[in-house]
């Protein structure tokens, strides 16, 4: 047998080998599957509520609220908030990201040009005299091209770009977020003068009993120890005052961190008007469009698209890869022709890569791309659970507090006259002085549940109006033009 004949015959092993032992992804697979917005039953929760076309909210849904001002300090927060300069800040990431990676699948060109004055010692000039000068110039240019055959870099810039836009829809969910945190708080400072109102009408109240209770006293018709329930009562009701000023105070500065400005700003907040809380009603297409409308759940299924094309890009890198290189210049010492052909260089290297052996490590980059995508879907499943549950929790409290309204109201009715009448009693000398004490806190524990189902009702509405997008569509965004593909790898 011949050399020759040897040769091939080990040159066809080594290639056998070699391709046998490849590095390969098999037996790597993603775990996640989305849920189905049409399999997460919500009827009977949401049974008896009225369906309506129009019934998302509008992108300025805070005016519903009636109160101009709102507008005014939410426009604030989204120009002033932190959050906000936050949220852009991510998106710009993002977004430098993507670029970055459309920008790795292009050529790179580069050019170069330099001129070196250099002296010879005595030990590195061949003629020994080491007092030798010379002048090397060059220019030159130099090519890189990374051919993608198998459309890893596509696949990369493509997941970089769904991050973009899944950062850009953030931006969306900040706003949203900042707004239903800026009418809530505002709500909340509207609540606090209201109970700051009824802590000083209580402290009014106490103070007339006390003089009641002063002029019984000197008629002998009430004790010394009843007075002083009535002193300690007066002062019971002082100590609520301040405790409710104090609260105020704390609204106020919470507003005012909200809007992105110091404690001070919320000394300039007008006392809010009474707030409307909007109708109950839900959209007829509810849940199938609300995966659309609330940008949480949109930035998650762009980050399960984006986690998809990474497992794509991870793949092929276990492929074989051509790269070219060139260079071509010329270089020359001083005296001699610059772009003569003894000074022009050129140099062209196409290369062939495969992975053969790598100690696991590209499985174990693209196991963990499998398990990001498996991440990102279970994440976009929270979201979906949430959201419904959002949406059920804020519509069924809604349904039923107007009547806890109607009834606390009758009881807040029923207890201003009883106590009307009792103390017109008490001051005639006829009445009893535990009566009055007893109707007394009954009615300021009924006026103060009466203003705190108010302030949940606004609450609600703002929370539901919240919950269902806040006036979100995917085409008010500038780049996300396209939805995302669905969510299975």
Not at 187 to 205: F, N, P
Not at 253 to 258: E, P
Not at 268 to 286: D, H
Request: proline share 3%.
């Amino acid at each position: 047998m011949s050399s020759k004949t040897l040769r091939t015959g080990f040159s066809l092993v080594l290639l056998a080998m070699t391709l046998a032992g490849c590095a390969n992804y098999s037996g790597l697979n993603t775990e996640g599957v989305s849920l189905e917005a049409k399999n997460l039953k919500a009827g009977q929760s949401l049974s008896g509520v009225t369906l309506s076309p129009a019934a998302w909210p509008k992108s300025d849904w805070w005016k519903s609220l009636g109160d101009p001002q709102l507008d005014g300090l939410i426009r604030e927060a989204l120009h002033d908030s932190p959050d906000m300069q936050i949220a852009d800040a991510r998106a710009h990431q993002a977004s430098a990201a993507a670029y970055a990676a459309d920008a790795a699948r292009m050529p790179t060109v580069d050019a170069s040009a330099g001129v070196t004055r250099s002296r010879l010692a005595r030990d590195q000039d061949p003629t020994g005299q080491g007092d030798t000068y010379s002048t090397l110039r060059n220019i030159g240019a130099s090519f890189n091209y990374n051919f993608d055959l198998w459309g890893g870099q596509r696949d990369a810039w493509e997941a970089a770009l769904g991050q973009a836009r899944a950062a850009e829809i953030d931006q969306q969910a900040a706003q949203l977020t900042l707004s239903a945190d800026v009418a809530r708080a505002y709500s909340d400072l509207g609540q606090a003068h209201i109970v700051y109102d009824l802590s000083a009408e209580d402290l009014k109240r106490t103070r007339q009993m006390l003089d009641l209770s002063q002029r019984r006293l000197r008629a002998g018709i009430d004790s010394q120890y009843q007075f002083q329930q009535t002193e300690s009562l007066e002062a019971t009701s002082e100590a609520n005052l301040i405790d409710a000023e104090k609260r105020l105070q704390s609204a106020k500065i919470a507003l005012a961190v909200l809007l992105g400005k110091g404690p001070d700003r919320g000394n300039e907040i007008a006392r809010p008007k009474v707030l409307q809380a909007s109708a109950v009603a839900l959209p007829s297409v509810l849940p199938a469009e609300l995966l659309g409308r609330r940008p949480d759940l949109v930035a998650a299924r762009w980050r399960v698209e984006a986690a998809s094309k990474n497992i794509d890009a991870g793949k092929t890198r276990f492929y074989p890869n051509l790269n070219l290189s060139a260079a071509a210049g010329a270089q020359s010492l001083l005296g001699d022709a610059m772009f003569g052909s003894a000074s022009r260089f050129f140099n062209v290297g196409p290369t062939i890569s495969l992975p053969i052996f790598d100690g696991g490590r590209l499985r174990a980059d693209l196991d963990s791309r499998d398990a990001d995508y498996d991440l990102a879907v279970a994440q976009y499943n929270k979201s979906l659970v949430k959201a419904l549950g959002d949406v059920s929790d804020s519509i069924n409290q809604l349904r039923d507090i107007g009547r806890q309204i109607t009834a606390q109201q009758h009881a807040t009715d029923i207890a201003q006259d009883s106590y009307n009448t009792v103390v017109q009693r008490y001051g005639s000398g006829i009445g009893n002085y535990l009566d009055v004490l007893s109707i007394e806190q009954q009615l300021l524990q009924a006026q103060r549940q009466l203003a705190n189902l108010n302030a949940e009702q606004i609450d609600l509405s703002i929370q539901l109006m919240q919950a269902l997008g806040g006036g979100f569509t995917p085409d008010t965004l500038a780049s996300a033009n396209t939805s995302p593909a669905t969510l299975s790898h």
